[in-house]
């Protein structure tokens, strides 16, 4: 889903997906943010470490493991990613208050307040990061901003993007500054081999003394001597064994599955059935506007006023489930999208939610106004 691009907590994730809604509603392109490919990518919450595996928490919800030795990274539930890396966590990376500056934490627990900059609709407003109140020296540019930070010793690590109007770009990588004066130490963008999109976390590995770097579409291990030693880019797609989704990292850059991705947001159960449908799909579908490989379905399922071609109909199952799935994210996406679908089985079903009582009254009001499409 996207709210905003730096997203919220999951719990919070969960709660604001009640509201989701109106937003998929909106009969605007121009009136939200534009959905990015990288939206449907894990974006890094958190980071935890443990001898032979490194625990990743995605923002959306989703917990993995990756194997230090195969790098193979695999998707595991709540219970098992807390059986794998039990509690206490080091502190949270962030914290977005309801106002006032944002706070950025170290893995030890120093923080950081942060003012973000904004550059883009004519505006020109530099960051300001402060210490203990004090004014931090940065070295980083006028419009560059901070999105996570870590401290190793003397040295401060910035993790960096750059606000705009539609979200945030990529900026100057991760750079290395001294932490007493302003002095930059190192500068580690793609061209060092860090994987493309602004940084969402930094964190120091206990165990190999190094440095893990999440940024929107990947994950990096730097050394001290600031060389990127591995970088791995995230990839969704059909398993060849499970037929499911299954998110992995992989050494070059892959656009995912455009429906492998659609039916994990989907929730869906039966991925037989779902496999045999995205098989039915007619290739002239591949290529919409700028969009290839099908991407633009997902583009249409996350923007609010664009409708599906009738080709996609045989989804029609899969989002009326979705629609009455317990997991408050799924059901809000699928209630989202059946509106979207010009087939009788999805209007006959919107017709039978408006009658249920059990429903928030924004949401009846939605599938009321939907109808009259």
Not at 199 to 205: F, P, T, Y
Request: hydrophobic content about 40%.
């Amino acid at each position: 889903m996207i709210l905003n691009r730096r997203k919220p907590t999951p719990s919070l994730l969960r709660l604001l997906s009640l509201v989701m809604i109106l937003a998929l509603a909106t009969e605007t392109w121009g009136g939200r943010i534009e959905f990015e490919e990288s939206d449907t990518l894990p974006q890094v919450d958190n980071l935890l470490f443990g001898a032979s595996q490194i625990g990743i928490v995605s923002q959306d919800g989703r917990w993995f493991a990756l194997d230090r030795q195969t790098h193979q990274v695999h998707q595991v539930d709540a219970a098992q990613f807390a059986q794998r890396f039990p509690k206490p966590w080091p502190p949270q990376p962030y914290e977005i208050p309801q106002s006032g500056p944002r706070i950025l934490r170290s893995s030890t627990g120093q923080e950081f307040q942060l003012t973000p900059a904004y550059c883009s609709e004519g505006a020109h407003i530099g960051h300001t990061l402060r210490e203990h109140q004090r004014p931090f020296p940065s070295v980083l540019k006028h419009c560059t901003s901070v999105a996570a930070l870590e401290i190793l010793g003397a040295q401060v690590w910035l993790g960096t993007m750059q606000p705009y109007e539609g979200g945030e770009a990529e900026a100057e990588g991760v750079v290395v500054q001294a932490r007493e004066k302003k002095q930059k130490l190192a500068t580690i963008t793609t061209k060092s081999g860090l994987t493309p999109g602004p940084v969402r976390m930094l964190r120091e590995d206990p165990v190999t003394k190094t440095v893990w770097v999440a940024t929107a579409q990947g994950l990096n291990q730097i050394d001290l001597q600031f060389r990127v030693r591995w970088a791995g880019y995230w990839y969704e797609d059909f398993g060849a064994a499970s037929g499911r989704s299954e998110t992995s990292l992989i050494a070059t850059k892959k656009r995912s599955n455009a429906f492998a991705v659609l039916g994990r947001e989907l929730g869906v159960q039966d991925w037989h059935a779902y496999r045999e449908v995205v098989r039915s799909i007619p290739s002239a579908l591949e290529r919409w506007g700028d969009f290839t490989d099908f991407q633009g379905i997902l583009y249409q399922a996350h923007m609010g006023g664009l409708d599906f071609p009738q080709d996609l109909n045989g989804l029609v199952p899969f989002v009326m489930q979705a629609a009455q799935s317990e997991d408050p994210t799924v059901h809000v996406f699928g209630l989202g999208n059946v509106c979207k679908l010009n087939d009788v089985r999805a209007r006959a079903f919107l017709n039978t939610l408006a009658t249920n009582t059990s429903l928030a009254s924004y949401e009846r009001d939605w599938i009321r106004n939907c109808l009259k499409r």
